[in-house]
């Protein structure tokens, strides 16, 4: 199917383990992101990337990694997951007009 | 870096008003202007965006207008629908180290249409 989908749709993981959520596009868009969805926060940016091989951080990053060996792949890694990274995240992909589209998201939950 | 404020947080109309939801922007070089509508348990949908090179944009029952000089913008939902309530986001596009495509959101409106 055409599109951005993430996943999974939803993960319980342990505080002080490594996580890894998974974003892939099908539409070769160069731009890709990673959001955070908390109530009252809104939506903050962790990274993004460029192209394959060119990320850089957003607005909260510590605590997380991304890679973007492929242009359809942005994974994002959390290297030891803390309760503060329980959240909604959002992958998004931009395309030539400027318009952002959005996965499903994950919603993440670390006890 | 770029920082968008939306007003209200929620917002609760009668079916068939109006909306209107304010966002503000502070970078003067930011170019364009998304609004998503996000659903329950589903990522944000573009539902209509405005380039600083227009004043106003309409697509059926919702229009978005931008001031430049106030730098602020709004979106309008005009006689309103139950399947309108949902969170809104406006965003405005800002400096990156690789160009202009990230995006800065504001907090949300939660909208509810009242039957």
């Known amino acids: 199917d055409a599109g951005i989908t993430q996943s999974p749709r939803y993960k319980i993981t342990e505080t002080g383990r490594q996580v890894t959520l998974m974003c892939h596009q099908t539409?070769?868009?160069?731009?890709m992101f990673w959001y955070r969805q908390d109530l009252g926060h809104g939506l903050r940016l962790i990274y993004y990337?460029?192209?394959?091989?060119?990320?850089d951080k957003g607005e909260v990053p510590d605590g997380y990694v991304v890679s973007r060996s492929k242009t359809e792949n942005f994974p994002l890694t959390l290297e030891s997951a803390t309760r503060s990274q329980t959240s909604v995240y959002f992958c998004?992909?931009?395309?030539?007009?400027?318009?952002?589209?959005f996965g499903q998201g994950t919603r993440l939950t670390v006890v | 870096g770029e920082n968008v404020e939306q007003h209200p947080s929620t917002l609760s109309v009668q079916e068939g008003d109006s909306a209107v939801i304010k966002c503000t922007y502070s970078d003067s070089a930011s170019n364009y202007f998304p609004w998503y509508k996000q659903e329950l348990g589903k990522g944000p949908q573009l539902i209509i965006d405005i380039r600083s090179n227009v004043g106003e944009k309409k697509d059926q029952r919702i229009a978005v207008t931008l001031n430049k000089t106030a730098k602020h913008f709004s979106l309008h939902i005009t006689e309103t629908q139950p399947e309108d309530s949902a969170v809104y986001f406006c965003a405005a596009n800002g400096k990156s180290n690789f160009g202009n495509e990230k995006l800065t959101f504001g907090t949300g409106t939660r909208l509810t249409i009242i039957p």
């Open positions: 990337s460029a192209a394959a091989d060119i990320t």
């Open positions: 998004a992909s931009i395309g030539g007009i400027g318009a952002a589209f």
């Open positions: 539409w070769s868009h160069s731009y």
